[in-house]
């Protein structure tokens, strides 16, 4: 197992996986607190996905595109991202060096309660979340030429709710699962790869 992650930068150096990507634990205060994870998500794009893990909580996964505050649920959840109903208590903030958290139950519930916080922060060859608006009934290419061999791909609608479509490399040709139900691979035909697109 390596211990880097290689990306083509300008300056013709390497980054590191910490440079990236960080799994963080912490417990829980019921108030706010500052997550520290190495983790610029101030002024570069990406993303904070959080669930308990000492009490049943939906996945919370947070996005620069979309803003703090607005969460995507998981786990046999269908919601969309909550941009009616903003819950200013859970992620409040993406900052240079992690994130901050206010004293919802999903995020930040007393210290008997433990959770983890994977930070992804977009980088060639790595990562990259974006927003896209795709017509009812009509195709949507998305340029993926930056992550170079694509490994896998969720799509979820925010707007409505949906489903949490998953295509992974090592899935069976033609084949999908979803993110937020235990079923197994199948023909659903919402995403297909095709090279870096």
């Known amino acids: ?9 300008g300056s013709g150096g390497e980054l590191m996986v910490e440079d990236v990507f960080s799994a963080y634990t912490y417990a829980g205060n019921a108030s ?14 990406g993303l904070v996905w959080i ?4 009490d049943a909580t939906n996945h919370q996964l947070f996005d620069t595109i979309n803003g703090a505050t607005y969460a995507l649920m998981t786990s046999d959840s ?9 819950n200013a208590d859970t992620l409040t903030a993406f900052t240079s060096t992690g994130f901050s958290l ?18 992804f922060q977009m980088a060639n060859k790595f990562f990259h979340v974006s927003s896209q608006v795709k017509a009812a009934g009509a ?3 998305v340029d993926l030429s930056a992550l170079g061999t694509v490994g896998m791909v969720v799509v979820k ?8 479509y998953v295509w992974h490399r ?4 033609g084949k999908l699962v979803y993110l937020n139900k235990t079923d197994a691979e199948a023909t659903l035909g919402h995403i297909t790869v095709s090279g870096t697109t």
């Not at 197992?1 to 930068?9: E, G, H, N, Q, S």
């Not at 930040?108 to 916080?117: F, L, M, P």
């Not at 090592?170 to 040709?173: N, R």
Request: hydrophobic content about 35%; overall charge negative; proline content about 0%.
């Open 157 to 164: 609608r925010t707007d409505s709710t949906s489903m949490w």
């Open 78 to 86: 269908t919601s969309a991202s909550q941009a009616a109903t903003v």
């Open 32 to 45: 706010t607190q500052t997550i520290t994870t190495g983790i610029n998500l101030d002024t570069k794009e």
């Open 139 to 141: 195709d949507k290419t």
């Open 1 to 9: 197992i390596t211990d880097k992650l290689l990306m083509a930068a």
């Open 102 to 119: 206010g004293g919802d139950v999903a995020v930040n519930d007393t210290s008997a309660h433990n959770y983890v916080g994977w930070s």
């Open 170 to 173: 090592s899935l069976t040709a």
């Open 51 to 54: 669930k308990g893990r000492t």
